[in-house]
């Protein structure tokens, strides 16, 4: 039995966070089935515990929700045995085997959507629909994956000479260490017969212990996805044990681009695959040809979604200056029209809290600067109770504001007046970061273009969402390594063996 502390909380947000719907004053507690709510760590298909415990809190209410096992260099050593130990079994597993237990896994994610759906409200504060809908996403990279790990395919080449025959294997590259979106990067690895050592973010591990549930009940043998939780305080000793040790064969971390920075110097003296997904600063560029409605759609789209925390959301608005005045002012009526504060689990609400009080100072602080520079404030600005922030809008933004020279990772929409195409793709490309980019044009000319100039990995051309696992998903400078999802993702967790068979009579 793993122990858990599930408490429910009494909350009167109406008071405390002007505008947020009255039916906040109901008690909210996390009510999931109780295998799935997990709290210790999980290693070699065991259950484990550590010595110490430290909280996961409702970031819309503060109070905590569970407390899990506080996992240390000690516990990381031993899912790093344990996966070494499992590859060797698990690597001699037939592609159509591996592939039945990732589509079992895929089965069981979208059997318990709601319950986990539901953990990812409380622990990171989404809202419900969204929540259930990242379950779908998530859940489609291990059907897309089990479908891969059957198309793993060599080549023969031709060969120069008569005698010899050119033979190129792909085999899997050994264990790895993702740690965030975890079934995108899980499913590749499993599917080319890695194992691998999940180290959750810490202010969502039940989502990740939930996941490591399933794949023993999938019937995933032991060692092969094991999970590490850990605290803030303990990441850094976690995180050098999986980026040192010799056994690791790749690295794949999801985050910023200052960690991914550490981890990749700490797994350069072992010379270490890595696959980085880190930072963006996405623009989204508005054109005179544009239809507005349109790009207001997509605006609220690719900014609103988890109230602004994720990697691709659009955070420097472009406006060209013919259409500039009626798409702030059509955004601004957006906003009032389909924004509402509020707990993740309550129906109406489209905008939870952000994940912590530290990710509200930084919007804080990009609001405040820009505003002291010159930016008109037309919505929002305003920190509400702890996590919580207002939509925010703001106009006449100019390119030395702190939120056009880093990511915001927040509810706030920066808009910046442009003349011409050229002044736009120097703006966007400014960036030592190139995740996502997004624009609207009805020119099939400037279309081509702008895309093709763009410095990103991903390009939204009048669409404002864009992840499929069918697409590869990655940046281009400073946004990372390697491409995780499509046909792609799976040749990050896999080794190219060049055999010469030589002998052989003409």
């Known amino acids: 039995m793993s122990s858990m502390c599930v408490l429910r909380t009494r909350c009167f947000l109406r008071q405390l966070l002007p505008g ?5 004053k109901r008690h909210y507690s996390l009510d999931v089935s109780a295998p799935l709510l997990r709290t210790q760590g999980y290693v070699d298909g065991r259950w484990v515990s550590a010595a110490s415990l430290f909280p996961v809190l409702d970031p819309a209410t503060g109070q905590e929700i569970a407390r899990v096992s506080d996992c240390g260099p000690a516990e990381a050593k031993q899912a790093v045995e344990a996966a070494h130990k499992a590859f060797h ?3 001699q597993c037939t592609a159509k085997e591996r592939s039945l237990l990732l589509r079992k896994w895929f089965e069981l994610l979208t059997l318990h959507k709601e319950d986990l759906a539901r953990l990812i409200t409380f622990e990171c504060g989404k809202p419900m629909r969204e929540s259930l809908g990242e379950i779908t996403y998530s859940a489609s990279f291990l059907e897309w994956f089990s479908e891969e790990a059957r198309r793993v395919y060599g080549d023969i080449v ?3 000479v008569k005698d010899r025959k050119i033979l190129l294997l792909k085999q899997p590259v050994g264990w790895n260490f993702p740690s965030a979106m975890i079934t995108r990067k899980v499913g590749a690895a499993l599917a080319a017969g890695c194992t691998v050592v999940i180290k ?6 039940l989502s990740a212990l939930a996941l490591a549930e399933l794949a023993e009940q999938a019937g995933i043998p032991a060692g092969v996805f094991n999970v590490v939780p850990c605290s803030r305080e303990k990441t850094p000793s976690v995180g050098e044990v999986l980026c040192t040790d010799p056994l690791v064969a790749k690295i794949s971390f999801t985050g910023s681009t200052a960690t991914g920075k550490v981890l990749l110097k700490l797994a350069a003296d072992t010379v270490k695959k890595a696959s980085m997904e880190l930072g963006g600063h996405a623009p989204f560029i508005v054109f005179d040809s544009t239809d507005v409605d349109k790009a207001v759609a997509g605006a609220m789209a690719s900014k609103f979604r988890n109230a602004g925390q994720t990697c691709v959301c659009s955070n420097r608005f472009l406006v060209q200056s013919g259409i500039y005045d009626r798409f702030v002012e059509k955004l601004g009526q957006a906003m009032d029209a389909e924004l509402r504060l509020g707990h993740g689990s309550e129906p109406n609400t489209t905008q939870g809290p952000l994940i912590n009080t530290r990710a509200a100072e930084k919007v804080m602080h990009q609001i405040s600067d820009a505003v002291s520079r010159g930016a008109k404030l037309l919505k929002g600005g305003k920190r509400l109770h702890g996590s919580f922030m207002e939509p925010t809008l703001l106009a006449d933004v100019t390119t030395d504001m702190l939120c056009m020279k880093e990511e915001t990772f927040g509810p706030l929409v920066p808009i910046l007046r442009f003349n011409t195409e050229e002044e736009a793709l120097d703006i966007a490309n400014a ?12 020119d099939v000319s400037q279309i081509w273009r702008v895309a093709e100039a763009l410095e990103v990995g991903l390009v939204g051309v009048n669409e404002g969402l864009l992840s499929t696992p069918e697409a590869p998903f990655g940046g281009v400078k400073e946004s990372g ?4 999802g499509s046909k792609y993702g799976i040749d990050e967790y896999l080794e190219v063996k060049y055999m010469c068979f030589g002998g052989l009579k003409p």
């Open 431 to 442: 960036a030592n970061v190139g995740l996502a980019g997004y624009f609207y044009s009805q």
């Open 158 to 160: 031709p060969s120069p």
């Open 89 to 91: 079994t698990w690597r």
């Open 481 to 484: 390594v390697g491409r995780e």
């Open 200 to 205: 959750p973010a810490e202010d969502t591990p």
């Open 20 to 24: 947020l719907p009255a039916i906040m």
